[in-house]
């Protein structure tokens, strides 16, 4: 019923709808509605335009156009409907066993299809009219048949698809049948694409049955047809070209009416459930106003003020921060606080929609935001990157060797050779143990540590100063992620490369960072070096995220915990943007953007009751 | 005297046979068992097996060999009708609450289903268990009407631990439960388990990578590689004194988080493990031990108490009574794994 209601909101579906309403009723009620008979003539009015008894003009017998076209409607419709509702009986039923069961129901149904796809549709249609002459009803369900293996092999795939879903593995853990799973599980997932195929099909269907009286296969003259119609049109084309107004364009506007209709249902049939799209942006919450200092000197990275949007919706705001050279600074928080973005902002590779709407980003005595052409010019070979998850950073179509040789000469300018020799090398540097083999082969053909390994090697090509590394160790075993940590670490200390890294994990922070930032909605929190922040967390929200953590929490006491969740970047409040989950918060917090202070040496906080927190030693 | 085991996993073995390739073997001749009232953890890297043990268990892959009894009853390969009886009492929470919820069903359908195989309920007093389920696990009851896009990956968990409890569930099977979720949402999560655990006195199977959060909530701990159990015991004793190579190798890679400590500061050549194959006799984590010696290669060991004390830790290692630890945890950590240098002052 929602659906229903929701699709009656939709212009397009509500003009589909009519039309198709109206030439429903217009053809049931036609007796009714046409003054004249279908086969009445009246030989004193032939060829005539619309007048006040002929609505819409008469064919070359005198007869009435529209009584022949609501009288030619009803056999139409019901051409169509048989077509559809044989379409999707076989499709739908033959798709949904072939790629829910498998094995040799699958393979048997989708042979089938395969043969009724090879076989010519509108010749078998002939054929079938060659043994019942003139029966509209068996040719039309016989083209809904041949019509199916393509709805067949569509609800396959989306079936298989579904049936690795772990929520069907949930149903059926929960003791579901086959059949109840079918019918909760599968078919309403189903349903858009279904709908959409009907209502293409039905499209077709409705050219075809008048392709087929157009030939004079179906209903037999005199009586009207639709296909009829544009027969008889097309033979008074020179003389009358009006009549094939009435006779064309119903069949255009229903045709248009059922795609529109199709592709209506579908947006609201999902539009319940998918993820809505808010509507419009509000404006951006107000942030403390901060002196935006000048780069300190001598840093290789200094961000400043950064600001970035998605959509016109700033997911990071103000955020500053300065990378010194053979650093190693940790950027931590939970997702959806923006650290991702904020490493990516650094680069100018927001994804999406989004973009740096301000702020600056000063490397190495270059303002990157000022200059694209710097900022093409430092990526890679000044600042590096390195992703989550290896297996879809690499090209899984080039092997190891010809990706990181490709880096390697876009780099240096080195011909083939000497490229090749830098590959191994760098392949061994990054602790590949058999760089020449490994060099060879696809990024299918490596494992989960080796494959980070060869992304590092390929961030190392271009020999930057800076390495960027998001959650590089997230997707990787316990023992890989030691090594990967150890590798990284390693590559410190003898190249004197600064790392950025962006983690959740306090484990990555204590292990390789030597200061370290958190952020939360979109802002950085606390910053201070790392050791401070582990024993003396200078904003809750650090120390509610140190607290839970499980590693030193003794079984059968309650975890530490923050209550409740990261606000969205459209549900940012004007105050501190943690108050809601903190301890601490007073109506001073709530009041207004809270800003960046320094309450000790080389440590920031954004929290009003720091004191308190020092003092209680941590509440959370 | 120990209460009678609620599941009870004997010699399973569960293969998969493979298009081009030989028939990999991903769980094999795992044994243990699951009291009431009693977590156990199940914990290895990728590959190990801990899902598949997980999944034959709740009869989602079939059996190759092996027993698994369920309150005494073998259901190793039930039939529809008897696992349909038995979803009642063994439920499951996925590790992903984004795939595990149907997006096109409101969360108010989702958790219905379970009733509606086994009571038969329909109607009001449906939705009045839904309602206070939906609270018990913190989450408003207007929260049935909803779609599962709707709220955020730790609420949507709390949807399917919701689901697993709506019937009258003993044993949950929970496969990596809160990988997927932020820290402060995670330490919410294992709360919630271990409230209804003493509540409703469950017993969980908890599979996991991370090995701070299976301490967390387990009482018993089996370290699984390869497919096969690697040690097994309590789970104090197994982290403080792991007696296998591997259980050693897996604690001592754990970032911790403090930094003073620096765990992986140390400069080692960081070479990855060795991608020679283990011997199809041997133990499989020969290619990677530290301690490997020549009858490591040649003859798998079996799983064997430590200590000879009942109730202890079980090591499947022929080193592993030289290699433990008497004292305190200190020396297992010193002893580096994977540093082939090391080996040979063992041997020495």
Redesign the interface.
Known sequence: MKTTSRLLRRPAAVVAVAWLVLLTVATACAPLIAAHGPLDQDLSHVLALPSASHPLGTDSLGRDLLSRLLYGGQPALLAVAEALVAHLVVGVTLGLVAGYLGGWADTLITRVGDLLFALPAIIIVLVVLSVFPGNLHAAMITFGVLGSPGLIRVLRSRTLGIRQ???V?????????DA?ILL??VL??L?STVIVQAALFSAVAVIIQAGLGFLGLGAQPPAPSWGGLVADASQVIDRDPWMLVPAGVPLVLTVVALSMLGDAIRDSA?E????SKLATASAPPPVAKEHAEAPVPGALLSVRDLTVEIDGVPVVQGVSFDVMPGETLGVVG??GCGKSVTALGVLGLVPGNGRVTGGRVVFAGTDLTASPTELARVRGSGIAYVSQDPMVALDPTFTVLSQLREAVRRHSGANREQARERVLELLAMV???DPEGVAGRYPHQL????AQ?VLIALALAGRPKLLIADEPTTAL???????I???L??LQ?RTGIAVLIVT?????????CHRSLVMYAGQVVEQAD??SM?VRPLHPYTA???A??????A??H??????G??PSPREWPVGCRFAARCPYAGDDCRAAPVALTGPAPARLTRCLHVEELVSEGARL | MTPRPLLQVTELTVEYGQRHAPTLRAADGVSFDVRPGETVGLVGESGSGKSTVARAVLGLTPVTSGRIRFDGADITHANRKTRRALSARLQMVFQDPYSSLNPARTIGQTLAEPLLVHSGERGKPVGERVAAMLERVGLPAKAAERYPSQFSGGQRQRVAIARALMTSAELVVCDEPVSALDLSIQAQTLNLLSDLQRELSLSYLFIAHDLPVVRYLSHRVVVLYRGRVMETGPVDLVYERPAHPYTRALLAAVPDPDPRIRTGRHDEPATPRGASQPTATGCPFAPRCAHVVEICRRERPGLLPVDGVPGGASAACHRAAELTPTGNGTVARAVAVGRPGNAHMEET
């Open positions: 879903e772990m929520y593995a949930a149903a059926r853990v929960c003791g579901l049948s109840q909760r599980h309403p997932r349903t999902v319940s459930w998918s993820v939970e997702s602790g590949v143990p494992s989960g540590g080796l390994r075993d316990v023992s890989v992620q030691k090594e940590l150890t590798l670490h390693t200390r959740h994990d306090w484990g990555v922070v204590a292990t390789l790392v050791e582990f509610g995220l140190l839970a953590n499980p590693h030193r929490a079984h059968g309650a975890l530490t915990t923050i209550p969740t990261v």
